[in-house]
């Protein structure tokens, strides 16, 4: 299975890109907010859960997250394969989606870093806010949000850039301009098979 992480701050375009990786290579989408997200509008404990954080722009706890991850992961096992949007977001996360994946004698294939200046991620989440009406796209819950990011997701690049699976891209520039950067890299991986 190829199995694609994709990385980013918030506002570097997963959402977008992971629509179209998951178009071209028949991927299965795993996006851990969509999920948290959900159990919010279904009014679950979890969600309450869930809410008390990301309204803050915290981040939701390693084991609430890595719960709903392997029960979805469950499945998932006729997909070519998998592309996790948002997850994982800490270094435990990582460890343990390498341990629940090895359950299945599946590994991450590549890690895309998409690379975006923070000045360009607050501006293009305060636009997203004004357009979806997101109540966590405000500046006070942006700035949040980054500083949570850099502190503790960031350490997963040299995770997986040790483990040789980090290609980092840059995200500015064309949609277009940008998968095709995802693209090659994803298809060197077929080259090596």
Excluded: W
Aim: aromatic fraction near 6%.
């Amino acid at each position: 299975m190829l199995n694609i992480i994709l990385f980013g701050a918030p506002g570097s375009g997963k959402g977008t890109q992971s629509e179209k990786l998951i178009e071209r290579y028949g991927l299965k989408h795993i996006s851990t907010g969509d999920l948290c997200r959900e159990e919010i509008r279904e009014g679950t404990a979890l969600g309450a859960v869930a809410d008390s954080y990301i309204s803050k722009g915290q981040l939701v706890p390693d084991d609430i997250v890595i719960g709903l991850l392997e029960d979805q992961l469950k499945r998932c096992c006729t997909k070519p394969g998998l592309i996790f949007d948002g997850f994982p977001r800490t270094l435990v996360q990582g460890e343990a989606l390498d341990q629940i994946l090895a359950k299945y004698n599946e590994r991450v294939s590549i890690v895309l870093s998409l690379e975006v200046d923070e000045d360009e991620l607050i501006q293009r989440l305060l636009k997203r806010g004004e357009v979806s009406g997101r109540s966590d796209d405000n500046l006070e819950v942006i700035e949040s949000r980054l500083r949570v990011y850099h502190e503790q997701t960031t350490p997963l690049k040299t995770f997986y850039q040790n483990q040789g699976k980090l290609v980092k891209v840059d995200g500015v520039g064309s949609i277009d301009d940008i998968f095709a950067s995802m693209v090659s890299a994803v298809d060197q991986l077929f080259v090596k098979a």
